[in-house]
C-alpha cells in the first residue's frame, strides 16, 4: 500500500504567524484533496487540486499540487485559532482508482 | 451539511460480542465508505459499496462484514469484537468513486473491552 506522508505531525504556533504542511508520496495522483477535522466531527473537504503545479487560495489558505502530482501543501498565512484542527491531505491514486489518506497534521494556534 | 447519520454514536462493548453500527443517507449518493481513525494511522477504509448489494472490500476489512439492503443504509457489523477494533468509525457517501467530494458523518467511537 502507498502511503501519503504528511509532515510535520504536530505543529503549535502563535496566533498571527505562517507555516506550511507538506504531504508526499511516491504515488502519482490523479486528484489530491485537503480535509479539517475538528475534534468529535467528521472531516470536511477544503479544496480539491488536480492539475500539477496548479495552486488553490481559499482566503488565507493557500494549496499547491506538485508539478509531478506526488505531492501538496498547504499553506497558511496569519493563522488564527479557528484554523486550529487535524488537516487531512487525500490521493486519488491514477493507477488503482483507489483514494489514500494522509495520518494528518494535528495544528494548534495559540492566541 | 450532508444529510448524514451515524448510530450509536458512542458504545462499549466486550470482547467477543458482536456490533453493528449503522449509517443512514438523506443525499441519493451512490457510493458509501466505512473507515477507521486511529492515532498515526490516518483513515483507513474497511469496505464500501457502489451500490444496493454491492460491495468490496477496503485496506482494512478482515474482521469486518457489510451489508446495504436500501440505497440509504449501509451496516458495519464486527461479527465478535476484539480490542484492536477499539478506534472511531466514519461512515462516507460521494456521488461517485474518483474525484468526487467525500461527505462524512459525525463518527461512531467504539470502545472494545
Known amino acids: 500500500t502507498q502511503l501519503l506522508k504528511q509532515s510535520p505531525q504536530f505543529l503549535s504556533i502563535q496566533e498571527g504567524e505562517n507555516l506550511t504542511v507538506y504531504c508526499n508520496s511516491s504515488s502519482v495522483f490523479s486528484s489530491l484533496q485537503w480535509y479539517r477535522q475538528e475534534p468529535g466531527e467528521g472531516p470536511v473537504l477544503l479544496v480539491t487540486?488536480?492539475?500539477?503545479?496548479e495552486v488553490k487560495k481559499l482566503k488565507r489558505l493557500t494549496f499547491q499540487f506538485g508539478d509531478a502530482r506526488k505531492d501538496s501543501s498547504l499553506h497558511i498565512t496569519a493563522a488564527q485559532p479557528g484554523d486550529t484542527g487535524l488537516y487531512l491531505c487525500a490521493g486519488e491514486e491514477s493507477s488503482a482508482s483507489k483514494i489514500i489518506f494522509g495520518s494528518g497534521t494535528r495544528l494548534s494556534i495559540r492566541p | 451539511d450532508a444529510g448524514i447519520t451515524q448510530s450509536p454514536r458512542h458504545k462499549v462493548t466486550e470482547t467477543g460480542t458482536p456490533v453493528t453500527l449503522r449509517c443512514h443517507q438523506t443525499e441519493n449518493h451512490r457510493y458509501m465508505y466505512w473507515y477507521r481513525q486511529d492515532p498515526g494511522h490516518g483513515l483507513r477504509l474497511i469496505h464500501y459499496?457502489?451500490?444496493?448489494?454491492?460491495?468490496d472490500k477496503g485496506e482494512v476489512s478482515d474482521g469486518y462484514s457489510v451489508s446495504r439492503s436500501k440505497t440509504e443504509d449501509f451496516l458495519l457489523t464486527l461479527e465478535s469484537a476484539t480490542s484492536s477494533q477499539t478506534s472511531v468509525y466514519f461512515c462516507a457517501i460521494s456521488e461517485t468513486y474518483s474525484g468526487n467530494t467525500i461527505y462524512f458523518g459525525e463518527g461512531s467511537w467504539l470502545t472494545v473491552v
Open positions: 459499496s457502489y451500490g444496493v448489494k454491492d460491495t
Open positions: 487540486v488536480v492539475t500539477g503545479g
